[in-house]
């Protein structure tokens, strides 16, 4: 018998997300709003340090947990940013993006047979990682309570079982833009201490909030024994999403063994990558609030025209750079989705790819220009009507 790729392997289901773009790889002149990016370059003063770094011979293997230059920042940071006390060498690993960070965090956590709850809709790949560890990821989907989504505490009750080891939710949400309050942060953090669960609190989007400042991270709340995970990156905030650089903040034990494990998975993140990072921490203040105040007007109006168009309904997001509205009568998102893209070179990310929840809904990523947003916004308020047409 021909040997055969792993079950396992093919349990885990290909992004819908990169699907749709793969589609759109292959035509020209498309408004690409499927990816969570903006089409701002990294800033000069950021791509000036890796120049420099590279000079100054940043091109070796660093410690699998990162320079310690690098996590001394991120612990000043934390200090500077959210006045928790954060041990660079015990409780911070820099790992290769924000998605490796979920990788290697779930990884540690979880054995085959174990059980994830995630809040959803969500990013796909936390999903996926829980099912690539040969576990069972269980998703509870977010209702809309009001104009804000909010946490179903009773599901996630109803939810645990003896195998749960672990409760992973995103604050900002991608895709949904709601932030958690410090009182849900509170419940959450009460909900794993007494299930005995580890909480994996994704926050790659926490400097994008309108309501100013930062978003408070779950560390705050949280005692230095507690059971908690913090997953981030530089490729939001920083314009950085080709440079593949997060990091996470985690216990000691975790965090010992998350940095050995790193050798297994990617031995570390690029060293003159590492550099550059540093900068962005330091240097970066300027950017990331001239960023949010284009983000806020970009989501402003996008919401406005959104809820102009027959048949569709949004909150407003708090955070992140998405809006997931919902659309009067749509059944099969994707099909939707590759419709407008093949009819209008619109593209955005099918609700379906968010897992529970997700379906009737779209994602648009508003972090592009605005000369890629306004006429894509355009279309697709063209193609809606004729689609609502079509469903009467």
């Known amino acids: 018998m021909t040997p055969q ?30 990816f969570g990016e903006s089409n701002l370059p990294t800033p000069p003063f950021i791509k000036q340090a890796a120049i420099q770094a590279l000079a100054d011979g940043f091109t070796y293997y660093t410690a699998n947990a990162g320079l310690l230059s690098l996590r001394e920042e991120l612990a000043a940071y934390y200090g500077r940013v959210h006045g928790v006390a954060v041990d660079p060498v015990k409780n911070v690993v820099v790992t290769t993006s924000g998605v490796q960070a979920l990788n290697v965090g779930i990884r540690c ?3 085959p047979g174990d059980e994830a709850i995630i809040l959803t809709p969500a990013w796909p790949n936390g999903t996926s ?28 009750e ?8 672990l409760l992973l939710y995103t604050s900002p949400s991608n895709p949904l833009g709601w932030v958690a309050t410090v009182e849900e942060q509170q419940r959450l953090l009460e909900f794993a201490r007494r299930h005995r669960l580890w909480l994996m609190a994704d926050e790659v989007y926490e400097r994008l909030y309108y309501a100013g400042g930062v978003v408070p991270s779950i560390l705050r709340l949280a005692s ?14 920083y314009c950085m999403t080709g440079w593949r650089v997060g990091w996470i903040v985690t216990r000691p034990d975790l965090a010992s063994r998350a940095g050995e ?12 990558a590492q ?15 001239e ?46 989705c590759k419709e407008l893209l093949l009819a209008t070179h619109v593209g955005i990310a099918p609700g379906v790819a968010f897992g529970a929840g997700g379906e009737g809904r779209v994602r648009i990523c508003y972090a592009a220009d605005r000369s890629i947003v306004e006429p894509a916004m355009e279309r697709l308020s063209g193609f809606l009507r004729q689609y609502q047409g079509r469903a009467v």
């Open 5 to 34: 790729i792993a079950s396992s392997a093919m349990e885990v289901k290909y992004s819908r997300i990169r699907e749709l773009a793969e589609i759109a790889m292959g035509m020209d002149g498309v408004y690409r709003l499927y």
């Open 109 to 111: 956590v979880l054995n």
């Open 129 to 156: 990682i829980v099912q690539m560890c040969n576990a069972t990821p269980v998703q509870i989907a977010q209702p809309v309570c009001g104009r804000r989504y909010t946490v179903d505490f009773e599901a996630m």
């Open 158 to 165: 109803r939810a645990v079982t003896p195998r749960t080891r």
């Open 224 to 237: 230095p024994d507690d059971a908690v995970i913090v997953v981030q990156s530089f490729s939001k905030s």
């Open 261 to 272: 494990l790193n050798e297994f998975i990617i031995s570390h993140a690029p060293s003159f």
């Open 275 to 289: 550099r550059a990072a540093e900068t962005a921490l330091r240097d970066g203040e300027a950017f990331v609030e």
């Open 291 to 336: 960023l949010v105040g284009r983000l806020k007007e970009n989501r402003d109006y996008c919401l406005q025209a959104l809820r102009a168009m027959p048949g569709v309904t949004v909150p407003e997001p708090e955070g992140a750079f998405y809006l997931f509205p919902a659309i009067e009568n749509l059944t099969d998102s994707f099909a939707f």
